[in-house]
């Protein structure tokens, strides 16, 4: 029997298999999945790679109306949420921009790098002109890029030194995006089971790991995420970024466990499909870019291949390829995984932000 390129392909990556639990259980069923499977996966990323989620706050709102409509198409409010914990206290300032020419809209909820709306990475009018709404956040209003733990967010949570799976910074950052869901799903603009989540490069990440720990998104796009977010670890291509190389210059995104993995990629007992199978059977989707070989746009194809098993448990399409390595302009969004591959570098462009669109209508009108 002929083997595939693409199996062979992941066949040398020798990956966990997914669908055997502790004490090798075999994992048959959604039903066997959602008992066994998830949970188990779940704790171990949680423990060894991202960190234990930190409790929930509830806030207190305060909402105030901008000025700018989008030549009229959109209402804009900045959502202010404040959180408490003992004496502490930190404010955290969101954009919620919605069209006005629909009563309820699909949303993204966007981690976003920049603070100005619009900025590079956030196209307001193609978004409302598509018919969707945004709830968008900068990152390091939650708490800063860095190793400093007691600021914003982490300030509230991490009392001492990190260690073990104390979570790093891509936690809190997916933290937000849940309480953010929290608020959303409760705004009659808002089709409440049409939410998903977006985020580029580390917030790319940060959106995947917010889709496997919280159910309530019906969708993620990861864009550009590469290493430790949508790309294998195991057998990565020449030029992808390494755990190693992760861990030497951002060890505070992870929890302290992971660091044990540098160069030891094959004795980790999970790699990044357990991470992309926990969204299942919801929608994912997956964005590369031909220049961006340090996100390893092998690795994230292989990746929707190799987690689109548990999709199948569901009787959902996964993910489905014709028999080939990714090209440049492929585009595969029919299924419930799905991939692009566009030209040029590590971004987030139109191209993304439409791609994506195309692949949300297409699936809310099935």
């Given at each position: 029997m002929k083997i595939s390129i693409v199996q062979k392909e992941l066949d040398r990556r020798n990956l966990p298999d997914l669908l055997v639990g502790p004490?090798?259980?075999?994992?048959?069923?959604?039903?066997?999945?959602?008992?066994?499977?998830?949970?188990?996966?779940?704790?171990?990323?949680l423990q060894e790679e991202y960190g234990k989620i930190p409790p929930v706050l509830n806030p207190t709102i305060a909402i105030k109306k901008q000025p700018i409509?989008?030549?009229?198409?959109?209402?804009?409010?900045?959502?202010?949420?404040?959180?408490?914990?003992?004496e502490k206290s930190h404010k955290i300032p969101t954009q919620l921009i919605y069209p006005t020419r629909k009563e309820v809209a699909p949303f993204f909820i966007f981690i976003n790098f920049c603070k100005e709306v619009p900025n590079k990475y956030l196209p307001i009018e193609e978004i409302i002109d598509n018919g969707f709404g945004v709830f968008t956040v900068f990152y390091e209003d939650?708490?800063?890029?860095?190793?400093?733990?007691?600021?914003?967010?982490?300030?509230?949570?991490?009392?001492?030194?990190?260690?073990?799976?104390?979570?790093?910074?891509?936690?809190?950052?997916?933290?937000?995006?849940?309480?953010?869901?929290?608020?959303?799903?409760?705004?009659r603009e808002a089709d409440k089971n049409k939410i998903g989540v977006v985020g580029h490069s580390r917030l790319g990440k940060t959106a995947l790991l917010t889709a496997a720990l919280d159910d309530r998104f019906c969708f993620v796009c990861s864009n550009n995420s590469g290493c430790s977010g949508a790309a294998l670890s195991r057998g990565r291509s020449e030029g992808g970024e390494s755990?190693?190389?992760?861990?030497?210059?951002?060890?505070?995104?992870?929890?302290?466990?992971?660091?044990?993995?540098?160069?030891?990629?094959?004795?980790?007992?999970?790699?990044?499909h357990c991470l992309l199978a926990l969204v299942a059977p919801r929608k994912a989707y997956i964005g590369a870019a031909l220049e961006d070989v340090w996100a390893d746009n092998l690795s994230q194809f292989l990746n929707c291949v190799a987690a689109s098993k548990v999709w199948r448990l569901y009787e959902k399409e996964g993910f489905e390829v014709p028999d080939d390595l990714p090209k440049c302009g492929d585009k595969f969004i029919d299924g419930d995984v799905g991939f692009h591959l566009r030209?040029?570098?590590?971004?987030?462009?139109?191209?993304?932000?439409?791609?994506y669109m195309e692949a949300i209508q297409?699936?809310?009108n099935k």
């Open positions: 004490n090798h259980v075999s994992i048959n069923t959604k039903e066997e999945w959602e008992k066994v499977g998830r949970p188990y996966w779940k704790k171990v990323l409509d989008f030549a009229g198409k959109a209402i804009w409010e900045e959502v202010t949420f404040n959180f408490q914990k003992g939650v708490t800063s890029d860095d190793a400093d733990f007691s600021n914003g967010l982490a300030g509230l949570f991490q009392e001492t030194d990190r260690q073990g799976d104390d979570c790093g910074k891509i936690m809190y950052w997916s933290w937000m995006a849940s309480r953010m869901m929290d608020y959303l799903s409760m705004r755990v190693r190389d992760i861990c030497r210059q951002f060890p505070y995104w992870f929890c302290p466990n992971y660091l044990q993995y540098a160069d030891k990629e094959n004795e980790a007992p999970f790699d990044q030209e040029g570098k590590h971004y987030f462009s139109r191209t993304d932000w439409l791609i297409n699936a809310i």
